[in-house]
């Protein structure tokens, strides 16, 4: 029986003016996260205030897609965490697209990519950064945030509990 090959479609990153007109926007302390800036002492709203969240994510100049992931995410509850495959199943998608999405996110901590993890409860990466092990240059960072919400992570950096699923479009 044969099987059927995925052909990966290769994408190449072409900057426009509006990529270099965004560097020189000031919105806010966090529209461009970087790994340099300590974003963990930068206030996430509550769910009930995510109102300014999701009108700069519409009125942002991204991709659909983008946006939706994004607008997915100010759903989830602080001291919750969710996976990239909870959020892929719930977008048709798959869960390396909404990794790819959050890596682009300019908006974090305040559209909170935080609290997404990988689905056996490890970390995965932080601001475009993969972890190793539970490590990496932003690792450190993603833990606090999520320590600070009351997430429980254990000595392998693993998150405990059940995944977070109650999206709604």
């Known amino acids: 029986m044969a099987m059927a090959m995925k052909r990966k479609r290769a994408v190449e990153y072409i900057p426009t003016d ?9 919105t806010s302390p966090s529209s461009s996260p970087s790994p340099s800036r300590d974003i963990t002492a930068e206030i996430v709203p509550p769910l009930e205030e995510m ?11 991204r991709t659909a897609f983008e946006k939706r992931v994004w607008t997915l995410l100010c759903q989830i509850p602080p001291g919750c ?5 909870l959020m892929a199943a719930h977008l048709g998608s798959s869960p390396r697209a909404v990794g790819n999405a959050l890596r682009r996110n300019p908006f974090a901590p305040q559209v909170p990519c935080h609290r997404i993890v990988a689905t056996g ?10 972890s190793k092990n539970g490590e990496g240059i932003t690792i450190g960072e993603k833990k606090s945030l999520l320590r600070r919400e009351g997430v429980k992570i254990d000595e392998k950096g693993r998150v405990l509990g059940t995944p977070w699923s109650g999206f709604v479009s």
Do not use: E
């Open 121 to 130: 409860g490890a970390l995965g990466g932080f601001k475009g950064h993969p």
């Open 51 to 61: 109102g300014p969240q999701l009108r700069r994510i519409a009125a942002s100049d």
């Open 81 to 85: 965490v969710s996976t990239y495959g």
């Open 18 to 26: 509006a990529d270099s007109r965004r560097k020189h926007i000031k």
